[in-house]
């Protein structure tokens, strides 16, 4: 085999691995029984390592009004829940308000699309109600759903995503029955690619595959040679 025959099999195999690593990075942890930020540090903690990966991207933490990049249908802002932080509280330094939903679902909308989302989520009760999920579709034909991380007693959670290069225009958070809060909404492109360093068991399976290649090359030409 060519050294040419060599470097194509290597950049296919390439692809292939990085086809493969092709999911959305989730970033999810949540905290239970909590009624301010200051508890939610499982959640802050998973906050930081997903804002590290994203970079600059647009925050809304409904203090003001939307931007016009984005648009949010269900739920209502508000600076009281109406059952206290069992149901829901801001998460804003300084601020206080919040989007407030009553079950059902929450769509938001972008206005350019967007392959990184992430918000914080409280009023949790994942031992009374069903499972909750964020659904988005990426641009192409495929739909995926996201598990809420558990969290009880009125728990607090951060759920973010990153599918880097995806071309996502909706996002939607299925509340099912229960009354949440959520607040510090990001969304945007991200400035780094999670997926981009393949882990060193790919380099390794890379590795060994083309040095198997090579040697069985090498001994068919001394073969020939000796004949």
């Given at each position: 085999m060519s050294i040419k025959s060599l470097l194509l099999l290597a950049a296919t195999l390439s692809?292939?691995?990085?086809?493969?690593?092709?999911?959305?990075?989730?970033?999810s942890a949540s905290d239970n029984n909590v009624s301010s930020l200051a508890q939610m540090v499982n959640s802050s903690a998973t906050a930081a390592a997903f804002d590290a990966v994203a970079g600059a991207i647009s925050i809304v933490d409904f203090e003001?009004?939307?931007p016009a990049n984005?648009?949010?249908i269900g739920g209502t802002t508000t600076n009281n829940s109406g059952c206290g932080a069992l149901c829901g509280f801001n998460?804003?330094?300084g601020g206080a308000f919040f989007r407030s939903v009553f079950?059902?679902?929450?769509?938001?909308?972008?206005?350019?699309?967007?392959?990184?989302?992430g918000f914080y989520v409280n009023g949790l009760q994942a031992n009374?109600?069903?499972?909750?999920?964020?659904?988005?579709?990426?641009?192409?034909?495929?739909?995926?759903m996201l598990n809420m991380p558990p969290a009880i007693n009125g728990g607090g959670a951060f759920l973010g995503f990153?599918?880097?290069?995806?071309?996502?225009s909706s996002v939607t958070f299925n509340a099912t029955n229960d009354i949440l809060g959520f607040d510090d909404l990001r969304f945007g492109r991200a400035e780094n690619n999670p997926n981009s360093v393949p882990e060193p068991g790919t380099f390794g399976l890379l590795g060994f595959g083309l040095l198997g290649v090579w040697m069985a090359a090498k001994k068919r030409t001394a073969h020939r040679v000796a004949v």
């Open positions: 692809a292939a691995c990085m086809s493969a690593q092709a999911t959305p990075v989730v970033y003001s009004a939307l984005v648009t949010i998460t804003s330094a079950g059902g679902s929450v769509t938001f909308s972008f206005t350019s699309p967007v392959d990184s989302f009374l109600v069903p499972q909750q999920t964020i659904v988005y579709t990426d641009g192409s034909s495929v739909t995926r990153i599918d880097f290069g995806s071309q996502i």
